[in-house]
């Protein structure tokens, strides 16, 4: 008899771990698309690269959580299916960025750095909430190790922008703003 219990605490844990990791994906996918819009419209109001590279890994980042909602239960395989999928979506990002920065490069503007500094800051926010509710969760399985690295690497991003905002306010050159889309670029390579 104890034995049968003990099997049903352990599905039990288990199915409560499995809704406490859809709760916080569904939060942090609706977190990472509203960003995706509200500073992809921002970069492109403020004519940044960087801006830019760093809402279309929101916009990734949003993809990548609903895949690992969509692998959630589904065991090892979906898993590794799962994060396979988001490799071949990086890559894909990564080559949009290289694109935008190849575009600013030959009809290069220096941006609005006032605006990188407002929305960067604000992007920040947003994503070191997502790490936030994701840490207990970083080592659990590859699609949410995966998970957590993408959150802990849009913190970086982030921190890329801001420092871009403020370079590109002091010196009055678009320059920095390629710096930083090109190092995002290859931080979604290396990813």
Not at 67 to 79: K, M, P, T, V, Y
Not at 107 to 114: I, K, Q, Y
Request: aromatic share 8%; glycine share 8%.
């Amino acid at each position: 008899m104890d034995h049968c219990c003990n099997n049903k605490r352990q599905e039990l844990e288990t199915l409560a771990r499995y809704r406490a990791q859809r709760r916080v994906l569904v939060i942090v996918m609706v977190i990472n698309l509203a960003m995706f819009v509200v500073e992809f419209g921002a970069g492109v109001i403020a004519r940044s690269s960087a801006l830019q590279a760093d809402a279309v890994d929101m916009l990734g980042d949003g993809v990548v959580y609903a895949l690992s909602l969509w692998a959630i239960g589904r065991g090892s395989r979906w898993d590794a299916g799962a994060a396979l999928a988001k490799g071949v979506l990086i890559l894909a990002f990564f080559l949009f960025i290289v694109w935008s920065i190849v575009d600013k490069l030959v009809h290069g503007v220096a941006p609005a750095s006032g605006l990188m500094l407002i929305f960067g800051a604000i992007a920040l926010l947003a994503n070191l909430t997502c790490l936030a509710l994701l840490w207990r969760f970083r080592a659990l399985n590859l699609n949410m190790k995966s998970t957590f690295e993408c959150s802990r690497n849009d913190v970086a991003a982030n921190a890329g922008v801001l420092i871009a905002g403020a370079a590109v306010g002091l010196t009055g050159y678009g320059w920095p703003d390629v710096l930083i889309a090109s190092i995002i670029a290859l931080v979604f390579l290396r990813s």
